[in-house]
Each structure stands twice: as structure tokens, then as C-alpha cells.
């Protein structure tokens, strides 16, 4: 689940990480109240900030600078409203700005087959991180987080001195790589990271100081572990979530679109991934992994049709139900309700293994199901399906 900035920024700020204050504004009137009071605070100009699930929010003019409080609400004005990568602005944030000299980028992120925590760091701050891995790939440092130690301070040393950031910041910057381990740990996180982590002029009573600060926050929080943080879970953005997935959530289906033709419903997460290898086996593309989770309920089955079927891209589905003790007899009398409840058909090959699967075969034939009795078998007839549904929807060339 991603969050938002502003509640990104609040969980970095929790770990003691140097993240600016900032407020929240709706309205452009809001945008001028909250400048007016930074302004008041001693900022000079101020940041007005897209808050939005998605990247590139700068490139894209969702983030601007004002020197006053009627340039903050102009930018408000601009900001709030606009539409960036599709999604409409609801809100910004309205923070100080920073005097920048240099932009770095840190993250942390799981990395699953180290299966530790991997902080990656580079001097090209400010750039969206794949377009560095694509580009300039060795401009991104790595070092893992020890699982129990976390990350020692020779690594973050290690760090700093690549990026070449100023001796007199090498303590604030290991904080700060220590910080985001910590921030992965406490709340759970799939990612964590800062881009930009600048490097900034805060003016002093004497003079200058130069300071690292957190001017970015992105943070994902693994899914399967919100449970454990309904606080965090009570920060879900419905609006921006996509709504297929948000209806497969609420069913309780892993459901997770991937772009094929063939729609599968299996039930189990193996036997989901092993559908998905034999249906590219016989030459055709999953359209998505589905797990309809223990048993077989026709109300589940239904809802999975569904959201299947949403998607405008299946040509045919593959139900793939490992009964066990789940009689296959409810499951196919399931499965013919749940067709004839949707909008939209296309064929359906099914494979029951269980009680009475005989009986479910039989049912499903007669009601226009394709069956098959093994998996390579039903991989290869929802192939061949979809070639024809998709082929027969197509004007043939004159
Ligand atoms: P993103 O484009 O969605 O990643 O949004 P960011 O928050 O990273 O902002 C994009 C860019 O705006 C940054 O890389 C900075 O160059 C600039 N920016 C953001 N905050 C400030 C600030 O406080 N002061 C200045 N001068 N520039 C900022
Ligand atoms: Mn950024």
C-alpha cells in the first residue's frame, strides 16, 4: 500500500529523521493561510506540493515555489484541480523551501533474495531511480542491512564517502541511512525512500549551515502485514486506489492483473502460479494471478468472474479448483450461477479434481463449459479458446 507524502513524512519524522514541517491544503485560501504562516515561522519562500500516488510529480508542474503568499495561492490555484498521470489533485502540502545545493537519493527496500534489507544510495538525486538504473547503473550504491544488527556504521560511511557528501555531514547522513532501515522495520515497509535527500543552506544567526533534509517521502507498506498497523491501513487513499483492486480486496481475493488473455481463477497460490507456467507453456499469456483462497464459495467465485471479466483484455477463463474434500458438484452448480450472473461471456474451460468431479465435469458440459481432466490439458484448450473468442470477434480482412 503507498502512501501519501504527507504521511510518509510523518513516519520518517517518527524515526527522527530531519524532514521540514509542513501542512496540508485543500483550497488555494488554505494554500495562502499555510504560506502566511510558514512565512511567519521565518521561511522565505515556500514548496507547494501535488500530493499524489504517483512519480514525477515536479517534471509534471506539481510541485512549485513561491516567494509570497498570493504566489502560493496562484500556485494552489494551479496545483489543486490538475490532473497528473490521470489522477486529479485533491490536495498539497505547503512546506518551507529549501535552499538546495546538492540532491542525493537513499532508499531501502526488501530485498527478497538477499532476504535482508537493501540500502541503495546515489549522487544522482532529484532523477527518478530507474531512469539511473537504466542509464548510469553504476551510479547506484548498495549495501545490505545485517537482519539483526541493522546497518553498521562503516557501511554508511562506506556510503557517504561515494556520494562525496561533506565530511562534516557523514554522522547526520548515517543517521539518516540508519533511520530508513529503522522506519522499514517499525512500520513494516516494502519501500522506503527519499529522493531528494538534499543537501541544504539553512541560514544561521552567524552566517550559513549546510544540513541533509528529507525533502521527498514515498513509503509502501507490505499488505500482508497491515494487520498488524490498522493505523497505518486507516491512511488507505480510496480515491487514487484502482477499483478493481479495491473490489478484490474487499472480496478477500488475491487478485493481480498482468496484462494476457487468459483469466484464471484457481484456488491456492501455488497452483495459481503453476496454471500461470502452463497457459504461457501452451503459447497463450495469463491476464492475471488469482487465488480464490480456501474451499470454493460460489459468492467468491462469483466475484472473481467479475473481476475477470472487467478486465476488457480476457479472450477466455481457466478454472483450475482443487477440491480436495470440497465437492466439485457445488463448485460447478457455483460456477454456472456465477456466468449466468455476469455481463459479458466468454468460454470457460474448467478443471475440478475432487469429490464428484465426475458429476461437476458432467453439470459443466452441459451448460456450455469446456472441461479437462488434467492441467495441461485445460492450459492448452483455454489456449485454443481465446484464439477463437478472440478471432471471431475481429472483422476478418476483406
Ligand atoms: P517528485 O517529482 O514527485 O519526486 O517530487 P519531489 O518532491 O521530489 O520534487 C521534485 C523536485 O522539486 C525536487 O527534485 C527538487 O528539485 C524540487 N524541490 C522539491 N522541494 C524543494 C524545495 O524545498 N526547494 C527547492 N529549491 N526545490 C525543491
Ligand atoms: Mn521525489
Do not use: W
Not at 488555494?28 to 499555510?34: C, K, S
Not at 535552499?99 to 549522487?123: N, P
Not at 498482468?258 to 502460479?273: D, K, Q, S, W
Request: aromatic share 2%; glycine share 10%; charged share 25%.
Amino acid at each position: 500500500m503507498k502512501l501519501q507524502e504527507h504521511h510518509a513524512r510523518r513516519l520518517l519524522a517518527a524515526q527522527g529523521l530531519p524532514v521540514p514541517p509542513s501542512r496540508l491544503a485543500t483550497t488555494p485560501d488554505e494554500v495562502a493561510e499555510a504560506a502566511a504562516s510558514l512565512m511567519a515561522d521565518g521561511a522565505e519562500r515556500v514548496v507547494i506540493k501535488a500530493q499524489v500516488l504517483v512519480g514525477g510529480r515536479g517534471k509534471a508542474g506539481g510541485v512549485r515555489l513561491a516567494g509570497s503568499v498570493d504566489e502560493a495561492r496562484t500556485a494552489g490555484t494551479a496545483i489543486l484541480g490538475m490532473s497528473i498521470k490521470g489522477i486529479t489533485v485533491r490536495r498539497v502540502l505547503v512546506a518551507p523551501a529549501a535552499h538546495i545545493v546538492r540532491e542525493l537519493y537513499l532508499s531501502a527496500v526488501v530485498d527478497r533474495a538477499a532476504r535482508r534489507i537493501l540500502v541503495m544510495a546515489s549522487a544522482e538525486g532529484g532523477v527518478e531511480i530507474e531512469e539511473v538504473a537504466r542509464t548510469k547503473p553504476e551510479a547506484i550504491l548498495r549495501e545490505h542491512a545485517h537482519p539483526h544488527l541493522g546497518l553498521f556504521d562503516f557501511q554508511a560511511r562506506r556510503l557517504g564517502l561515494e556520494l562525496g557528501i561533506p565530511a562534516d555531514q557523514h554522522h547526520g547522513f548515517a543517521a539518516i541511512a540508519k533511520g530508513l532501515v529503522a522506519t522499514m522495520l517499525a512500520d513494516d515497509c516494502d519501500l522506503v525512500e527519499v529522493n531528494p535527500l538534499a543537501l541544504v543552506e539553512v541560514p544561521t544567526g552567524k552566517g550559513i549551515r549546510l544540513e541533509l533534509q528529507c525533502l521527498d517521502a514515498k513509503v509502501t507498506i507490505d499488505e500482508s502485514a497491515l494487520a498488524r498497523h490498522p493505523d497505518l491501513e486507516a491512511l488507505r487513499d480510496l480515491d487514487e486506489e484502482d477499483p478493481t483492486d479495491r473490489a478484490a480486496r474487499e472480496e478477500g481475493i488475491n487478485y493481480i492483473r498482468l496484462g494476457g488473455t487468459i483469466g484464471c481463477i484457481v484456488n491456492g497460490a501455488g497452483l495459481a502460479m503453476t496454471t500461470m507456467d502452463l497457459i504461457k507453456r501452451a503459447g497463450g499469456e495469463p491476464a492475471n494471478f488469482l487465488d480464490i483462497g480456501g474451499g470454493a464459495r460460489a459468492d467468491r467465485v462469483e466475484a472473481a468472474l467479475r473481476l475477470i471479466l472487467a478486465d476488457r483484455g480476457v479472450e477466455a477463463v481457466l478454472v483450475n479448483i482443487f477440491g480436495g474434500i470440497t465437492r466439485g458438484d457445488e463448485v460447478a452448480r457455483g460456477l454456472i450461477a456465477a456466468r449466468g450472473a455476469q455481463v459479458r461471456d466468454v468460454p470457460m474451460v474448467v478443471r475440478i479434481v475432487g469429490t464428484n468431479s465426475d458429476e461437476a465435469h458432467r453439470l459443466l458440459r452441459d451448460a456450455r463449459f469446456i472441461t479437462a481432466a488434467s492441467l495441461d490439458e485445460a492450459a492448452e484448450r483455454a489456449v485454443a479458446a481465446a484464439r477463437r473468442h478472440s478471432a471471431a470477434r475481429q472483422p476478418s480482412p476483406a
